[in-house]
């Protein structure tokens, strides 16, 4: 990947495409190439729809090889709903295919003058911007379609719904999968909001034409790839867990550990979470006949597949198979035990390109506020087809869980930074507390995810309940975080590296073996310190200060049952997490 694509979109006479040699950013990928471009290029001050702002979406720095587990995407930008920094990654195919074509990064910058909406396209033969009003409001299913009809039945799509075309802040990117539907998402923080306000629906890729990725030294290369494909097979969560239930095997392991957030983050526990496990979903799916429970990658070159599809009643498709953060959202936390209306809700989300988290905690918050009954799934339903239409009610919802919260006088809003939590009540899994309440990005579980230590007894063993020990475990995973997130690899892989060092070293040796130079633990610890610092400098100057890095105050006085426990890290503790 030796270059970069620049979209300008205020250029006189129309959009004006550049391409780059790298410069400043060369070996960089993924979030340290979108944190990087953000870092250096965009006022932290500025309006995060504004002309200032950049959307920039860059494939890891091993996407487009053959190296396995290498196909994940970063999107960078100013956050729209935290008003910080922001990278969000995703599955898919596209990042695979821009490695292959040799773009370490797409840069959408400036906003049109006119109103409208573009088409970008991208093939071995260099990229092309065009005007195409007929996209106008269309989901990403009819966006896709639409483009294989226009291109041909073997491009991918990175594409808005309707939420990014109305700039709302819980707006997605999509990205098409292996089967070219748009089921995966760089979900969090708005980013689709940002390709909205830069006029772009839909970028267009073809890699025909082109070959893998070439490492620069081959044979220690493979040698390595098969020790970690290895490692990865081997592992119970990696080789056992994932694939035979996807990630939704967590909703029974969550909910027994008393950390499930039901009903708003009201207890830890949901009655109906053995009917929407991922035990239950894969009977279901079974039953259902189709291609089963059989569970797949979302990308060339996954191993793990933790991937899978969603059928009906009637045997027919109706979205991919629903993730673990996704079935708690729209269901333990808005008390819905209903796999078919989850299952559907996720499609309307992925349709009209919103982050299910955000939108699920959004639901459950308007819930708490009476607009509907918790367990009522069709009003769940209606509402998200509200914020698809853009009415009144829709507009509030979609900009998140904070908005709505203020929109309706409730205090119990579960944000960090503007941004809702994820899956694990901080009360329960301290450690993701930490993580929620001190990384760059808000309220995010991958960050930095405790629930390893904390749960899962990987990488070593944290007493979920405590204080002690938090602090140091979400600053570990945090750095190795973001240097992961700047491989391409799937955060999934952690599992196996953190509980195998033959493993962790068989990916310094595959990520050395390809760039051409050693790789050594401290080499992978100082780039992720180095994402992490320029990530938190630009929240500093964007107004960020340490009072941001807290919990909404009610996680420390509300007792959370099965445990009965509050959050208990202390303000200090957390303003120990960087002190490198
Ligand atoms: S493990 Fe799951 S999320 Fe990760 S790349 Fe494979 S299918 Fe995608």
Known sequence: MDKILRINMSADGGPEIKTEPLGDYASLGGRAMTSGIVSKEVPPSCHPLGEDNKLVIAPGLLSGSVAAMSGRISVGCKSP?????????????????????????????????????????????????????????????????????????????????????????????????????????????????????????????????????????????????????????????????????GTNVLTNVINEAGAYPTRNFATGQFEGAGKISGESQAEMENARGGEGSATHGCHRGCVIRCSGTFYDKNGNFLSKQVEYETVWSHGGNCGIDDLDAIAQIDRLDDDFGLDTIEMGATIAVAMEAGVAEFGDAEAAINLVKEVGQGTPLGRILGSGAAVTGKAYGIERVPVVKGQAMPAYDPRAVQGQGVTYATTTMGADHTAGYAVTANILGVGGTVDPLKSEGQVELSRNLQVATAAI????????????????????????????????????????????????????????????????????????????????????????????????
Do not use: W
Request: with cysteine; net charge negative; charged share 25%.
């Open 81 to 245: 709903l935290t008003g910080g920094i922001k990278e969000s990654n995703s599955g898919g195919q596209p990042s695979q295919m821009l490695g292959r074509l040799g773009y370490a990064a797409i840069v959408l910058e400036g906003k049109p003058t006119e109103k409208g909406l573009y088409k970008v396209f991208i093939n071995k033969d260099g990229a092309k911007i065009e005007k195409d009003d007929s996209l106008c409001m269309l989901g990403n299913y009819d966006t896709v379609d639409k483009m294989k009809a226009e291109y041909g039945d073997k491009v991918h799509c990175i594409s808005i719904g309707p939420a990014g075309e109305m700039k709302m802040a819980a707006a997605s990117v999509a990205f098409t999968d292996m089967e070219q539907r748009p089921t995966r998402h760089a979900g969090r923080g708005g980013t689709g909001a940002v390709m909205g306000s830069k006029g772009v629906k839909v970028i267009v890729i073809d890699d025909a034409g082109c070959s893998a990725r070439t490492p620069a030294d081959p044979e220690k290369f493979k040698a390595a790839n098969k020790e970690f494909v290895a490692g990865l097979r081997k592992h119970p969560v990696t080789g056992e867990g994932l694939p035979a239930y």
């Open 485 to 580: 997130d700047s491989t391409g690899m799937c955060v999934f892989i952690a599992f196996a590296i953190l509980d195998q060092p033959e493993t962790f070293q068989a990916l310094l040796d595959l990520t050395g073996a390809f760039i051409g130079q050693d790789m050594t633990a401290d080499g992978v610890n100082a780039l992720g310190q180095q994402v992490l610092k320029q990530e938190r400098e630009f929240n500093a100057k964007a107004g960020f200060t340490k009072e941001s890095d807290r919990l909404p105050d009610y996680f420390k006085t509300e007792k959370l049952a099965p445990h009965d426990v509050t959050f208990a890290v202390s303000d200090e503790e957390l303003d120990q997490v960087f002190n490198f």
